[in-house]
């Protein structure tokens, strides 16, 4: 029995020692050492981080068991922000509490604000010289563009009228104003700014181009009319209705003095949209006028006597030559219209017009042919008799009248009105873009 208990000590008492010498071995003890050398490495770490960077100089920094504290004040919201984006790149951070808020504290704000102003200051004075360079390169070819754009021998020649040379100089301007300012911001190397201001102002130009869509067909108008010129100064014509003869063609409007001596103004864009009627354009010029005649005359002869009228007038063309026909029948009449040509250059059409008027009719009275009035029956209750024959308002007592002698025309009643349009278009001869020698449509 005693020998049984010594084999059962030998054989336990061995493994019983291993077993409590190994349980006893300061494995705690080495990770907790690890623990705190590794938080104090990321808090060394973060601290190292935040002092390479402007805005953090308020801030704190502890770590426990990987977990982050972050005290103190930072400038601006969006740093404050960052600082977990920043502090959870660190390796072994376990969790971050951000206790950091926005100052208030007046200095500290202002401070950072002055630096910048500071830094920008001497930035600018670093960048003064080239600056200057820049800029007298830019004057420099915005002077060359303004020398080019004066000189009145290429633009004057090559142009049709001062108005399309104007335009010329215009925009030589701009190309070299243009040129200009690339060349500066080139030579700064701010190219990309360029393109910046290029789509501000083409937007800029969309929205006035929209708000003065007007003023822009007007000007194009004005530019179309000046190349291909529908009238001539002095040109007896006719624009949407309204009757005059052409004073001056501007950059803005067309101006006409009618035959009453009044000036009518109509924008360029309108005329060059309307339809215009020039009477001056061909020398031969046609006058109509009508009669009505006795309805019991004989018409051949009426349109005989007419025609043989036409013939004597010594202003009207014998190619083309005069014509006489049945226009209508009327209530009371049969009017007869009579058609005859001039030169009104040499002929004025309102005075050939109203002599044959008066030799026609007068024609006409010697053959004994009436022009009644309109007459009117009435009908109505009233005694039973025989009918009296209708008493014609027109009819008069029979005579012979006098032979009417046919009396030359001329031009006379226009020579005032050539003498107001000559000194109009003297007044401003420089704002007329109508030459004799353009191309005329």
Not at 54 to 72: F, K, N, P
Request: proline share 5%.
């Amino acid at each position: 029995m005693r020998f049984i208990l010594i084999l059962w000590l030998c054989l336990v008492l061995p493994f019983a020692g291993f077993a409590q010498e190994t349980g006893q071995q300061p494995d705690g003890t080495i990770s907790v050492e690890n623990d705190a050398r590794q938080d104090a490495a990321i808090a060394e770490r973060i601290r190292d981080i935040l002092r390479q960077l402007d805005g953090y100089e308020q801030v704190s920094v502890s770590v426990a068991d990987g977990i982050v504290t972050l005290r103190g004040t930072a400038l601006e919201a969006t740093q404050i922000e960052a600082l977990n984006g920043l502090v959870g790149r660190v390796e072994g951070v376990v969790a971050i509490e951000n206790e950091v808020t926005e100052t208030t504290d007046v200095v500290q704000r202002l401070n950072p604000a002055i630096d910048r102003i500071r830094a920008r200051f001497e930035q600018f004075i670093a960048f003064l010289p080239l600056i200057l360079v820049a800029a007298t390169a830019g004057i420099l070819v915005f002077l060359l563009g303004l020398f080019i754009a004066r000189m009145k021998r290429p633009w004057d020649s090559i142009a049709p009228n001062a108005f399309i040379a104007d335009i010329y100089r215009q925009v030589i301007r701009l190309i070299f104003a243009i040129a200009a300012v690339v060349l500066a911001l080139d030579l700064l190397n701010a190219t990309a700014l360029l393109g910046t201001i290029l789509g501000a102002a083409g937007i800029v130009g969309l929205a006035i181009g929209f708000a003065v869509r007007d003023t822009v067909e007007n000007f194009i108008s004005s530019i179309m009319l000046s190349i291909r010129q529908p009238f001539r100064p002095k040109d007896l014509v006719e624009i949407e209705g309204d009757l005059g003869h052409v004073i001056r063609l501007t950059s803005r409007a067309t101006i006409l003095l009618s035959l009453d001596g009044n000036h009518i103004r109509i924008p360029n864009s309108t005329v060059f949209k309307a339809k215009i009627i020039n009477y001056t354009r061909n020398n031969e010029r046609r006058f109509t006028f009508t009669f009505g005649i006795d309805p019991n005359a004989d018409i051949a002869e009426a349109q005989r006597i007419m025609m043989d009228a036409l013939a004597e007038l010594p202003f009207v063309l014998a190619a083309p030559g005069p014509a006489v026909w049945v226009e209508e029948v009327g209530d009371s009449t049969i009017n007869i219209t009579a058609a005859g040509w001039i030169m009104q250059h040499e002929t004025g059409i309102g005075m050939a017009k109203g002599e044959a008027i008066r030799v026609v009719k007068a024609r006409l009275e010697e053959a004994g042919i009436n022009l009644p009035e309109p007459t009117y029956r009435l009908i109505g209750p009233g005694p039973t008799g025989p009918a009296q024959p209708d008493a014609r308002p027109g009819d008069k007592p029979s005579r012979t009248p006098e032979r009417v002698e046919v009396q030359d025309v001329g031009t006379e009643e226009t020579k005032a009105l050539q003498e107001i349009i000559e000194a109009e278009r003297e007044a401003l001869p420089e704002d007329d873009l109508l030459r004799r020698e353009a191309p005329q449509e």
